[in-house]
């Protein structure tokens, strides 16, 4: 079974629009870190957003925000004022285990390829 | 400062030969990671090194694959024998641990013909 299923393989949103991109997991383990990466076609990971299991709060990051709902084992990423520049590919990843101080691999999807259309 | 660096960028090989792709890590960050990423696909963990040593090498997909950082810093993947199965961008990236946020390099676009 697949432990991070992206569902949408392509979007595309209207510049300075707001965005959903979805992203549900499937882990057994109380303790574990959902992230976000975003790829451009130049090819590097670059970090978006973290979100840990035992947050009360759903994390923000500039025009990032993380709609997580727990009891979904769902973790959307939303973008706001979307920009020509955030057209890339977009990762959601899981760490599984414990927080800071035990380093684990991350288990990704598939990606959601979004384009920004002017 | 200096971001994850990988070389070379780009590594073409015929089917058969060794190669050899290097990571350097952003300095002070123990732990080192690689993975692999096919056309299409989301990367997929390789190994895991927490200072010196493996922590997790069990996303190597068989013994042709290797993997050091003997001073806890730089660390090279090796492959042996590459197949043309092989072809994909490989990514290292390291971390300090701090809720296991990982620092991509720009990746080895590895071809075997």
């Known amino acids: 079974a697949q432990k991070i299923t992206q569902t949408q393989p392509g979007m595309f949103v209207q510049e300075k629009e707001a965005v959903t991109l979805d992203c549900t997991y499937d882990t057994s383990d109380p303790s574990y870190g959902l992230f976000w990466y975003k790829q451009p076609s130049s090819g590097e990971m670059i970090f978006l957003i973290y979100?840990?299991?035992?947050d009360q709060q759903n994390a923000t990051e500039g025009r990032y925000s993380l709609n997580f709902q727990k009891a979904r084992k769902s973790a959307n990423l939303v973008i706001s004022a979307s920009q020509l520049g955030d057209s890339a590919m977009y990762f959601c990843a899981m760490r599984e285990g414990p927080n800071a101080g035990n380093n684990r691999k991350l288990i990704w999807g598939l990606g959601t390829s979004l384009a920004v259309n002017p | 400062g200096a971001g994850v660096s990988q070389t070379p960028s780009n590594k073409v090989t015929e089917k058969g030969k060794y190669v050899e792709l290097r990571c350097d890590p952003i300095?002070?960050?123990?732990?080192l990671y690689w993975y692999r990423q096919s056309l299409g696909q989301g990367p997929e963990f390789l190994i895991y090194f927490q200072g010196t040593g493996a922590a997790d090498d069990s996303g190597l997909p068989n013994d042709r694959f290797f993997a050091v950082r003997p001073e806890g810093s730089v660390s090279t993947l090796k492959i042996q024998r590459t197949e043309r199965g092989d072809s994909a961008v490989y990514l290292c990236?390291?971390?300090?641990?701090?809720?296991?946020?990982?620092?991509f390099g720009p990746g080895t676009r590895l071809t075997v013909l």
């Open positions: 300095s002070g960050h123990t732990a």
């Open positions: 979100q840990g299991s035992y």
């Open positions: 990236a390291s971390g300090t641990g701090v809720n296991n946020e990982q620092f």
